[in-house]
C-alpha cells in the first residue's frame, strides 16, 4: 500500500519497537551543528533538534517514570495509516483463506474417497476377524503345533467356539440395538447428531484408510509476497528469521516498528555486521521487495545490534515540488526544507553552510541544487554568485537571479578572487566593530561570526560541474574561500558527479562540508567523500540507479550527512522541472527589476576592493567585469565551441544518456543537420581530434559488452578547454 507522503505525519518518528513497547526519545541539542555554528561553519539559527534514541538518565525510578510517558496503545490504534494497513491484510488474509476453502473443497473430497473406502474395508475386515474369533483359533492351532498336550490345546479350540457363539449374537442383536438406539436419539435430539456420528465414522474412516506419506489437503497458498504492510509483528519475525537461516546468517530478531512505509526491524547478530551488509540484494530477492529497500544499520554503541530497514512502500513515488515562495520573503538562515525523510518529516539543510552534491548524470543533482537554489533567490538577506564552465543549464534557467554568472576559466577566476575578497573584508570590518572602548557598553551581546541582514546579506557560491574547475587549476581559489569567507557569511555549494581525488582535487573540501547531500553515485564515491567505513555502517547510495530510459528510478533519492542527519536515512529531494524553475525565475527578475535585489553591503564592498588592489592589482569590478561574449561593434560573437562538438553533447543530452556508441551517434548527427549524412566514425573523430576529444572504449553500455563511443563528461571537458583557450 503506497500513501501519499502528505498523510503521513511527524510523529510517526516516536513509534514502538514491538506495536506495545516505545523506546525512550529525549531530544537533545545537535552537538555537531553546535560546535559548527561556534566555529562560524554554518549559519546562524542551523543546527535543529536531533531526534535520536537516547538512553534514559538518572535513577531507577526516573527512568520507570520516563517510560511510563510514552503511550500505552498499540501502534496499529494510535495511527490511522498502520491501522488501515493492518485492516487491509486481515481481509486479504480472510479472503485468501476462504478462497483456498471454495476451491480446494471438490479437490479434498475428490482425495479423500480412496481413503475412506480403504478405512471402511478394513474396519469390516477387522470387525469380522473379531466375530469370528480368529485370533483365538489361531492361538488354539498354534498350541497344538507347539506339542502340548491333548487336552489343553482342544480346551482352548472350545473356549474359540463359544467365543464365536458369543460374538454372533453381539453382532447379530447388537449392532441393530445400537442403530435404532442411535435412531431414536436422533429423533428426540435432532438430525444434527445423524451427522456428527456419520461426518466421525467418515472422518475415523479416512484416517484408518489413509496411507503413510499420503497428501489431502492441498498445499497452503500463502500470500503473492513473503511480507506484506500489516501483517502481524510475529509473522513478520518469523518470516525474516526463515530468511536469515536460509542464507546461513546467525541473526536474531528482537523486535520491529512498523510504518506506513515499512519496517525498522531490531536483529542482534552473532557474527560481524558486515556479512550481513553484504548479503542485502540476496535478503531483498528473498523479502522480494524492491530493489534497494533494504539496508542494515549498525548500532554505533553495540557493534552486535543493528537495524534492519525495510522500506516496502515507495513514499517519494509522487514528490512534489517545493512550496512557492514570494521573492525576499524569506531568510536564508536557519534550517530550510529541500525535501521529505521517510517518516514524512521535511528533508531540512542550513543554507549558510559549506554543502556538497555529489551524483550521476541524472540522479536527480541539478532538482537538488534548483531547489536550494529557489530558497536562496527567494531569500532577503543572501547574495547568490554562481560558476559552471560546462555554461550547463543547471545554473543558467535562473538568468540574473544569480547575480554574478560565470562559465569561463578567466571569469570565474576572477569570481573566485572577488568572493576571497569580500571574505577577508568582513573579517576586517568584523573585527573594527568589535574592537572596544571606553565609550562601549559592557554585555552587549556580540559575535565573532557576521550575521547576515538584509543591510549586510551573506554571500553564497554556487559551482556545478565542480572537476572541471580542479582540472582548470581554479581548485585552490576555492579552497581558500572555503577555508576564509565562513566566519564572513561566505558560502559555497559544490555539485559533483564523482568525489574521487581527481576530481575534489585535495581533501579540503570533504573536511570543510558541514552538509554531504550523496545521490546515485558510486561505492568508491562514499569511502573518498565520508571516509572508510561509511558503507557498512548503512550509507549506501550506491545501489540507488539513477534514471534512464524515462523511467525516473531512484532520481532525487538521496542520503545526507549533516546537521540533524547522523544515521543513514534514504530522503528524497523536491522535484522540479525545468519549466517551474524558469518561471520563479521569470517572477523573481520581474521582482528584483521593480525593488531591487540584495546587494554586499558598502562598507564591506569598499574594503573588498581595498584587499583586492593590495593582493592583485585590480579593484572589484575589474575581478567581476563580465565574460567577453560580444564584440566591438555590439554584435554578439560566434561561440567558439565547434558546431560538430556542441551537435554531439546535443545528442547525447537528448537521448538522456551519460555515453554512447559511434554507431548510434552518427545516425542521431545525421537527423540532426544533412552535414552529417554519410559521416563514418573516422570522419567523426577527425572533427573532434583538434578539441581533444577521441573516441573512448565503452564496456557494458547500452547493451554492449565492449565498443568505441564518446562520454558526456569528456565532451564537457573537451567543451571547457576550448572555452578556455
Known sequence: MTHPISAVGPDHQERDMTDNVVPLRRPKLDAKAAELRAAGLIGAGAGAVSGEVLPAEGSAWDRVRAAAQGPVLPVWLRDRAVAGQRARWLVLAAGRYAARGAVASPVVVWRCAPPVGRGIRRAVR????????????????????????????????????????????????????????????????GPLLWVGIGSAAVLAAGIAGRRPGEQILPSAAGPARPVALGMPAGQLHATI???????????????????????????????????????????EARLRTRAGAVSVIPDPQDAGMATLRVVWADPYASMPAPARMQPRSISARGQHPIGRMLDGADLRLPLLAHTVYVGKSRSGKSSAVWTVLDRLTAANDVVVWGGDLSDA????????????????????????????????????????????????????????????????????????????LVE???????????????????????????????????????????????????????????????????????????????????????????????EPRLSAVYRLSATEVRDRAIERLQHMQANGRPTIDEATWTAADAYARRRWGVGMDDLLAPDDTTADDGAQEQSTVPVVLADLRAVLVDAGADAMHTREVLPALADRDDRYAGWSSTDLADAVRPTGLAPAQLRNVRGVANANGYRLGDIDTAIARVRAV
Open 393 to 468: 543549464p543547471a545554473l543558467n534557467i535562473w538568468g540574473d537571479c544569480v547575480q554574478h554568472y560565470r562559465s569561463s576559466v578567466a571569469g570565474l577566476d576572477g569570481l573566485l578572487r572577488a568572493a576571497i575578497a569580500i571574505g577577508m573584508a568582513r573579517a576586517a570590518v568584523m573585527g573594527r566593530r568589535l574592537r572596544p572602548s571606553a565609550d562601549s557598553r559592557p554585555g552587549e551581546d556580540v559575535s565573532e561570526n557576521w550575521e547576515p541582514t538584509p543591510e549586510g546579506p551573506a554571500l553564497v557560491l554556487v559551482l556545478d560541474e565542480y572537476p572541471l
Open 241 to 283: 528469521t526463515a530468511v536469515m537461516r536460509g542464507l546461513r546468517l546467525d541473526v536474531t530478531v528482537l523486535r520491529s516498528q512498523a510504518h506506513p512505509w515499512g519496517w525498522d526491524v531490531q536483529v542482534m547478530a552473532g557474527q560481524a555486521l558486515g556479512k550481513v551488509a553484504d548479503k542485502v540484494d540476496e535478503i
Open 472 to 566: 582548470a587549476g581554479l581548485g585552490p581559489l576555492v579552497e581558500e574561500f572555503l577555508r576564509t569567507a565562513a566566519k564572513g557569511a561566505g558560502f559555497a555549494h559544490i555539485a559533483s558527479q564523482r568525489a574521487g581525488r581527481t576530481e575534489m582535487g585535495t581533501t579540503t573540501i570533504k573536511t570543510m562540508a558541514v552538509s554531504k547531500v550523496l545521490l546515485a553515485c558510486e561505492a568508491g564515491d562514499i569511502e573518498m567523500l565520508m571516509g572508510p567505513g561509511k558503507r557498512a555502517e548503512g550509507w549506501r547510495p550506491d545501489r540507488l540507479k539513477p534514471a534512464a530510459d524515462g523511467k525516473p528510478n531512484d532520481a532525487g533519492r538521496c542520503f545526507v550527512d549533516g546537521p540533524g542527519h547522523t
Open 126 to 189: 477387522a470387525w469380522l476377524r473379531w466375530a469370528r474369533a480368529n485370533a483365538l483359533f489361531a492361538e488354539a492351532a498354534e498350541l497344538r503345533q507347539e506339542g502340548v498336550s491333548t487336552a489343553a490345546w482342544e480346551t482352548a479350540r472350545e473356549r474359540a467356539r463359544r467365543s464365536r457363539k458369543g460374538r454372533g449374537w453381539v453382532a447379530v442383536l447388537g449392532v441393530p440395538a445400537a442403530g435404532l438406539g442411535v435412531w431414536a436419539v436422533g429423533l428426540a435430539v
